[in-house]
């Protein structure tokens, strides 16, 4: 009762517990000590859990510069082959080019040849023969070209008489066309070419003579007639036909 009589008449106070102050700093420092070490610890768990399920981040970066040298040393590789390639395509279209300007060089000697050794056998055959015509055509021939239409001719006129004048005068072609059916004759040159010189002939012994002609597209020549005018005639001194079908 005393001790119950002595609370309530008395000042009532709390328990008070005494504690060491820290600064406020050293608190802080504390504080991103821990959160420094948490830090490290998620990294060092994140990085180690990378590394036991296969991915190593170094491993990872050296592969990639790796693959980026390998890369870049490729597309050099690639570069050098596509100019060797190029080269080679321009060498190789040369070579063609130049092969073809042979093929057709020999062709046209091996032609010539043959032209001349013709030419030859005539001249020995008129000579063993003594033939004394004034004028004739020999080797008359008419063959189709490399375009569709177009034919090629070639003659040979001789002048083998005791006169020793040049004979001048022109030719003259007659060509039988055949299309659809239908039959038609084409004179080579017309009365209005304008390259009526070409036809023009002029020689004392031989002359050669080679040209072309165009047929409609869709004709063929049936036959082709060469004439042979002196200047200063009006009729043909010479004819000679030849058949192409």
């Known amino acids: 009762m005393i001790k119950t009589l002595r609370t309530r008449s008395g000042i009532a106070t709390r ?22 070490m948490v830090i490290a610890l ?11 399920a296969g991915f ?7 592969e990639m510069a ?27 279209q040369i070579e063609r080019s130049t092969y073809g300007d042979l093929a057709k060089q020999v062709k046209d000697l091996s032609d010539e040849n043959t032209s001349l050794k013709e030419d030859l056998a005539f001249f020995q055959s008129l000579l063993s023969t003594g033939s004394r015509e004034a004028v004739s ?22 002048q083998m008489g005791p006169r020793q004048k040049e004979f001048q005068g022109k030719l003259q072609f007659i060509v039988d066309v055949l299309q659809n059916g239908q039959k038609s004759v084409m004179t080579i040159p017309e009365q209005n070419d304008s390259d009526l010189k070409a036809y023009n002939v002029n020689f004392k012994y031989y002359q050669r003579v080679e ?32 058949n192409l079908s």
């Open 15 to 36: 328990r008070v517990a005494v504690r060491t102050q820290v600064a406020w700093y050293w608190r802080w420092l504390a504080i991103i000590a821990v959160i420094t």
């Open 42 to 52: 998620a990294w060092w768990m994140y990085d180690n859990g990378r590394k036991f």
């Open 56 to 62: 190593d981040s170094d491993q990872a970066a050296h």
């Open 66 to 92: 790796r693959q980026a040298e390998l890369n870049a040393r490729l597309q050099t590789e690639n570069a050098a082959l596509r100019q060797e390639v190029a080269a080679s395509e321009r060498q190789l």
């Open 137 to 158: 055509i020999y080797r008359f021939n008419v063959e189709p070209d490399s375009l569709p239409g177009e034919y090629r001719y070639r003659l040979l006129l001789l």
């Open 211 to 242: 040209g072309s002609f165009r047929v409609e597209p869709g004709a063929v020549a049936t036959s082709v007639q060469v004439r042979v005018f002196e200047n200063g005639t009006g009729d043909a001194k010479l004819t000679q036909t030849v």
